[in-house]
Nanobody, 121 residues
Framework: VQLQASGGGLVQPGGSLRLSCAAS????????MGWYRQAPGKERDLVAA???????NYADSVKGRFTISRDNARNTVYLQMNSLKPEDTAVYYC????????????????WGWGTLVTVSS
């Protein structure tokens, strides 16, 4: 299974970006999907996550500005980021818990390579 993230780039403060992450390979269903970010010199932190039942949770710092969504038919997770701030600058990584067989809901965690988001004027 491979995860390919895209959509990062340079944006001015107050701007918007939409990240996408698509999974490919032997996929028998996907449990939770999420986005994490890692700023220079800091640990990787959860930004947002969405379960298979579409329940979501967000880091306090992005609540009201970011929205996570998923398209199960495309094995894709999105992160719509609005009202971006310089402190949102980081490498963003997608994560998916992918079921390894049709007869179980147990899965394996996979990570995308990361996409850089830079918020600067």
């Amino acid at each position: 299974v491979q995860l390919q993230a895209s959509g990062g780039g340079l944006v001015q403060p107050g701007g918007s970006l939409r990240l996408s992450c698509a999974a490919s390979g032997s996929i028998f269903g996907i449990n939770a999907m999420g986005w994490y970010r890692q700023a220079p010199g800091k640990e990787r932190d959860l930004v947002a996550a969405i379960t298979s039942a579409d329940s979501t949770n967000y880091a306090d710092s992005v609540k009201g500005r970011f929205t996570i969504s998923r398209d199960n038919a495309r094995n894709t997770v999105y992160l719509q980021m609005n009202s971006l701030k310089p402190e949102d600058t980081a490498v963003y990584y997608c994560n998916m818990n992918v079921r390894y067989a049709t007869w179980t809901v147990r899965g394996v965690d996979y990570w995308g390579w990361g996409t850089l988001v830079t918020v600067s004027s």
